[in-house]
């Protein structure tokens, strides 16, 4: 059955992976099996899809929306066992102050969402507030700042003299990216890390995460 | 043909969805079906190809696409929607043989078609790169503006205004918007081409007010305003305001479109048909003099190797059969200035848009990101190859671009970053540095016995 769960979301079948799950529900097959040898290993086949050019955004959003919703169809039976799923870490992520630009900021979200980490996509044109604001609530491990314009990535500046400001600056590790976005304009800024794509975005929070926290 | 306030009315009065609805549940599956319907395939061993049937169905499919999807506006969260008559029509009337620039300097921009005798219009300069400084701008826009086959000028963006940074809405953006076009306009004076066109109007400004502002120093209705969309097919009010200020104003509108591989519109057929449907967009939202189009990779931001290659060629193809209306795509190369790696991006992309119909903005190179990181060799060597290949055949093209792709595929993950303007040039003189010159004279030399480019000079 976890075989079939596999291959019915890396073929986003919908309908079949909802239906697997409810009746893996009524066969008291463990949750947290179903999530870790079916569903997941599914979502990392997409991933690597995405990598070799065979899936795109729309595919990454579509795994995104029915993995989701089978969590929430085994979410009462996790917690029944008492046991909790894992998440990679908690990822705060938008378009800076000024910039509408979404495209790349939603590609790099979606792989983040597909590759385990709990994500909350704020959007476009978002405020250093609300950038704070969420990263508390959600107790973020990464805020990753997205900019396409020159005229934008001082907003990114911003946030990380504000958290210093604030005496906050180890709480979070700060990623930014985007078109016109470079490793200098990262160094010089003192974010703590830079990706060209998201590719790389994804290996620069695996690799921030696997380092000692903050 | 439908004007800009009936199109405003539909913006305020179409089908009523949130952006994520558009997205996933009118244009993906829209443009999936439509991917079926016309049986469109990228052939990944064919960057050019050669069969007018394709570049007819491709555009069919673009044609029925605009028509589904249309353009959705995110400050009133409708759609605006054409028919496929309305888009026949505004294809008939669309506009052609555009005046561009003022005196001895002023042309006439035409459609051209694939195998076309004519030689493409040449819109060089830095495609909105970034510059560092005010004296920077004017030096390279001197140069820019110096390049022999030059017919208009895409100037740079300033990123500091009296040692601050520029930031989007700020002070500091509207006062470089203004700056920008009086220095741009100088520049031209001191290269002696005081008619020469700024068709990308104010690269620095993001908003609709430092434009708008920008606009009223030094710029004339003969220059080009960049107006562009967010992707995919999306219009805001700041936008929409800026169109309705240019249109008042009786000057050119670059209608700027951006198809992403590996975003909505998925793989190469899909931005194959998007671009065609985006030039349905220029000309009806953006309500462009002509379109400027920049199909690019979503992992690097180019289009100098396959599939883009093959996207850029038969959307070109398709739009230059099928359609009277101007365009210029941008060839956007990975390697940065003065690399022999440049010199052969640029001699592919630029073969394969002016055998397909299309005209030049060149020259993006490098992720056009670095500050300071171009020169006006790039522009220049672009405009070379744009007049050198015309009238040869796109099966001849095809098999040039092919060879011209193993010059430097293998160093498609790691390009080299290339020489910056103060590391190239006299920046108070304007001038290159000799060993600038020999770089250039040297890879055109290789390129020209390499594959028989003949060059005007």
């Known amino acids: 059955m976890l075989e079939k769960f596999k291959r019915e979301l890396a073929s986003l079948h919908r309908e079949n992976t909802i239906s697997l799950c409810r009746e893996a529900i009524e066969q008291k097959i463990d949750p947290l099996k179903i999530i870790n040898e079916g569903l997941t290993p599914a979502m990392s086949d997409i991933g690597e899809k995405f990598r070799t050019g065979e899936a795109f955004l729309p595919e990454l959003i579509q795994s995104a929306q029915i993995f989701e919703e089978a969590m929430n169809i085994l979410a009462p039976a996790i917690k029944k066992t008492g046991k909790k799923t894992e998440i990679k870490g908690a990822i705060i992520i938008g378009t800076v102050k000024g910039d509408i630009h979404n495209l790349g900021k939603d590609i790099v979200a979606m792989l983040f969402k597909i590759s385990g980490y709990e994500v909350r996509d704020l959007g476009v044109d978002v405020a250093n507030s609300k950038f704070l604001e969420e990263a508390e609530k959600h107790q973020a491990d990464i805020i990753a700042l997205s900019s396409l314009l020159t005229s934008t990535m001082p907003i990114q500046k911003d946030l990380i003299k504000i958290l210093k400001e604030k005496g906050i600056r180890d709480r979070y590790r700060v990623i930014i990216g985007g078109g016109p976005v470079t490793k200098e304009w990262a160094e010089n800024i003192g974010a703590d890390g830079y990706a060209e794509n998201a590719m790389e975005a994804l290996t620069l929070v695996n690799n921030l995460m696997e380092e000692k926290p903050c | ?457």
């Open chain 2, 1 to 457: 043909m439908l004007g800009f306030w009936e199109m405003m009315d539909r913006a305020l009065t179409g089908e009523f969805m949130s952006e994520a609805e558009f997205d996933m549940q009118r244009f993906v599956p829209a443009l999936d079906e439509v991917k079926k319907k016309y049986k469109i395939k990228c052939d990944f061993n064919t960057p050019v190809p050669c069969e007018d049937a394709l570049a007819d169905t491709l555009f069919e499919a673009g044609v029925e696409l605009y028509s589904r999807v249309g353009t959705y506006c995110t400050d009133t969260e409708r759609i605006i929607l054409f028919t496929k008559d309305e888009i026949q029509t505004a294809l008939i009337n669309a506009p052609n043989n555009v005046y561009i620039g003022e005196g001895k300097q002023r042309k006439v921009l035409s459609s051209r078609k694939p195998d076309d005798e004519t030689v493409p219009w040449c819109y060089l300069g830095a495609v909105g790169g970034p510059v560092s400084d005010e004296r920077l701008f004017l030096s390279i826009m001197q140069g820019y503006a110096l390049i022999p086959l030059v017919d208009s000028i895409t100037t740079p963006t300033i990123v500091k205004y009296k040692g601050t940074e520029v930031r989007a809405y700020s002070p500091y953006e509207l006062a470089v918007s203004i700056r920008s076009s009086k220095l741009a306009r100088e520049a031209c004076q001191r290269a002696h081409k005081p008619g020469l066109a700024f068709m990308n109007s104010i690269a620095s400004s993001v908003s609709d007010t430092a434009k708008i502002a920008g606009s009223v120093f030094d710029l004339r209705p003969s220059d080009g305003w960049l107006i562009g969309g967010a992707s995919d097919f999306k219009i805001n009010y700041q936008r929409l305001n800026e169109i309705a200020f240019v249109l008042e104003y009786g000057g050119h509108i670059s209608g700027e479109t951006s198809p992403c591989l590996g975003g909505f519109c998925g793989g190469a057929e899909g931005v194959a048909i998007a671009n065609v449907a985006y030039h349905l967009q220029a000309l009806m939202v953006l309500c462009g003099s002509y379109q400027v189009t920049l199909p690019f990779h979503y992992q690097n931001g180019s289009n100098s190797m396959q599939p883009l290659l093959w996207v850029l060629s038969a959307s070109s193809q398709a739009i230059s059969r099928n359609s009277h209306f101007p365009f210029f795509t941008i060839p956007k190369v990975l390697a940065g200035p003065l690399e022999p790696m440049t010199f052969y991006e640029t001699a592919a992309t630029v073969s394969a848009l002016v055998a397909s119909g299309s005209h030049i903005e060149a020259l993006s190179t490098h992720k056009n990101s670095t500050v300071d990181l171009q020169t006006p060799e790039g522009p220049a060597f672009a405009s070379e190859v744009a007049h050198a290949v015309v009238g040869i055949p796109r099966k001849e093209i095809n098999r040039i671009v092919l060879t011209l792709l193993d010059e430097y595929k293998d160093r498609i993950e790691n390009p080299p970053r290339g020489k910056s303007y103060p590391e190239a040039y006299d920046i108070d003189a304007a001038v290159p540095f000799p060993a600038t010159e020999k770089i250039y004279n040297e890879m055109k030399k290789k390129i020209k016995n390499k594959f028989g480019f003949k060059f005007k000079y």
